[in-house]
Structure formats: C-alpha cells, structure tokens
C-alpha cells in the first residue's frame, strides 16, 4: 500500500471472547484511505465481531488496540465516532415504508442530534448522497417498494449522507441477483476515488478478486492471509476457509 495513502483504521492484537470462547485472537490490519478491504470467511469466524469492536459496541471486552483516524475506540465518544465511521447493514425492511429521501436523510442525525429537525444543510447534503449513489430517481419511492440492490445502495447513501469517511459494510451483496451485485460493487468501488475507507465483508472470493484493493482473511479467529487478491487469493487459501478440497472447486470452474 502506498505510505502516501491516510492510515485510517488500525487493529492491533485484537482478541475478543464470548465467555470462554475466544472469537477474535491477535488480529492485527491497518486499513487505509481510498481502499476496499474485504474480509473474508466462513460463518461464525469472528467478522461481525471485528465489526462490533471497529463501531466502539465491545469497548470494555476487547484486548489490543483499535484506533480510528489516530484516536483510540475507547477514548473516542460515540457521537464522534458516528462522524468518523457508518456502519451499512444488509438490506432490510423497515416497519415503516419512508421514502429514500427520508431514510437518506435519516443519515444526518449525528449532525444535528437526535431530536432537532435536519436543515437545509443536512437535506443539501442528502441531495448530494442520493445523486452520488444513484438512487436520485427513486427519491419519493417507499424503501419497502423498490428493489433489494436500490435498497442497498439508498443505504450507502444514508451513510455518505453521515459524511464519515469510513463505511463498515456487514455483507453489502447478500441476497442480491449478480446484476444487482455488479451494481452495488461497482458504485462501492468507485466512493474509493472520493477517498473513502471501505471494510466490507463478503463471501464471494469472486467479488474480493475484482473489487477489492486487499483482501483480510479470517480463518479461526486469526488471519489467515492479509494483502492484495493476486497476492493472496488463490486455490489453497479458498479451500482453507471453507473446508473445501481442490477437486470441488473443479466444479465451479
């Protein structure tokens, strides 16, 4: 990775323990501006886990060392941490159907608080999240009416609307057709230019390979490969992380 690049995110030794099952131990990745990591593994390895202490939620139970733009997680107050870092879930549907105007704007609460109307200043910035996104043609739909891959990417225009520069993305392309996962990849992808930090996780090797910058491979709580997909991204590494044998990926290829 280029020193030129900001060091947005680092982890250092992270271990982290479920009562006496430890899900996390010694995990250490720096992650950095104008880049998508994505993490890689099985279910249950640790990655939602590592999303939680990244977003300040196990502060207390954490051993080693996270800082964001420099500043310790555990020193880091969540309001600030909420202008620094947005956290984007798989899609969902909420019990209410707001349009993608409101739930873009919902995005700009850490800037006005929690009980004060947004302004003018927080809707010119929704405006300028749902062009970036994509989603500017869908403002006035319901979020419960349009597509899964729309609705993924009005989330990703919610979080831009945060204006942190940091987006944690908890499987972005789960249940999505492959058009939609292209799309959805795509405009991910391009934020990067913005100068945006990515941490996604995925279970498409495929879609690491081609959208990636680095890869971060979990694999029982450790990492099991950290670096660029040519580097890392190969037969072994794949059948390692998921129990498979070279004669089932013949299958798929």
């Known amino acids: 990775m280029n020193d030129a690049k900001f060091d947005r995110v680092s982890v250092s030794d992270l271990t982290f323990s479920y ?14 501006e104008g880049e ?15 999303f939680h202490c990244l977003l300040g ?7 080693g060392e996270i800082t964001i733009c420099g500043e310790s997680v555990r020193r880091t107050s969540p309001s600030v941490l909420a202008t620094r870092v947005a956290f984007i879930p798989q899609s969902h549907a909420p019990t209410f159907n707001y349009t993608v105007r409101d739930m873009v704007l919902m995005g700009t609460t850490a ?10 200043a927080q809707i010119e910035i929704a405006e300028r999240a749902i062009e970036r996104a994509g989603v ?17 990417l009005t989330l990703v ?21 492959f058009g939609n996962q292209l799309r959805v990849m795509t405009r991910i992808k391009e934020l990067t230019a913005d100068g945006y930090t990515v941490i996604l996780s995925t279970h498409s090797p495929d879609l690491a390979k081609h959208f990636a910058t680095r890869i971060l491979a979990i ?25 498979l044998t070279p004669e089932d990926l013949l299958l798929v290829k």
């Not at 800037?111 to 003018?120: E, K, R, T």
């Open 19 to 32: 009562a006496k099952h430890l899900v996390l131990n010694g995990v250490s990745f720096t992650a950095y």
């Open 36 to 50: 998508v990591l994505a993490v890689l593994g099985p279910n249950g390895v640790g990655k939602s886990t590592l």
């Open 57 to 63: 939620f196990h502060n207390r139970e954490f051993g």
């Open 111 to 120: 800037q006005v608080g929690g009980l004060s109307a947004p302004g003018a």
């Open 136 to 152: 500017a043609h869908l403002a006035e739909r319901g979020y419960t009416q349009i597509s899964g891959g729309e609705r993924q």
């Open 157 to 177: 225009a919610r979080a831009m609307a945060q204006q942190a520069k940091i987006l944690v993305m908890d499987e972005p392309t789960a249940n999505l057709d």
């Open 219 to 243: 694999s029982n709580g450790k990492v099991a490969a950290l670096g660029a997909p040519a580097d890392v991204l190969d037969d072994e590494l794949i059948c390692s992380l998921y129990g």
